[in-house]
């Protein structure tokens, strides 16, 4: 004669959290591993070792003022005539006045409260045209 076993198995409601700790740190460590973070992203201007004052003719300087509204004044250095220009025109300005003068500067001057975004357009703008000389000043008064 065969005995039946009567019992019946229990069917727990509960989730077994014994390894819930175990399985949350391998997740943390898995994606620490796995995350890349982006390099910084930043001007690509190389300063200069020491600073040092240097006499600069005014016929070498243009003077590039970003206003705080977005326009660009142009002035070429003891020039009292001011030019308003769009910062993607700086480009080709740029490129016709160093060609004219190869000593050519230039000076970059922002007003502080003009957004970040116009001075990088203008630094965009001289970097594609090859600009390798430039002043970086906050525009005073």
Do not use: C
């Not at 006499?55 to 070498?60: C, E, L």
């Amino acid at each position: 004669m065969a005995v039946l076993n009567n019992k019946k198995s229990k069917v727990s409601d509960k989730v077994p959290s014994s390894s819930m700790a175990d399985i949350a740190f391998l997740l943390l460590i898995f994606f620490l591993v796995t995350t890349t973070f982006p390099k910084d992203k930043g001007l690509a201007i190389v300063l200069p070792e020491q600073a040092e004052e240097v006499q600069v003719s005014q016929k070498n300087i243009i003077h590039i003022i970003i206003q705080a509204n977005g326009i660009v004044d142009l002035k070429r250095g003891e020039s009292p005539q001011v030019q308003q220009v769009r910062p993607n025109d700086i480009e080709g300005i740029w490129r016709q006045e160093v060609a004219e003068n190869d000593n050519l500067i230039a000076a970059v001057k922002t007003h502080p409260d003009a957004p970040y975004k116009f001075m990088l357009d203008v630094l965009d703008a001289l970097h594609i045209a090859g600009a390798e000389r430039i002043s970086l000043q906050v525009l005073e008064g």
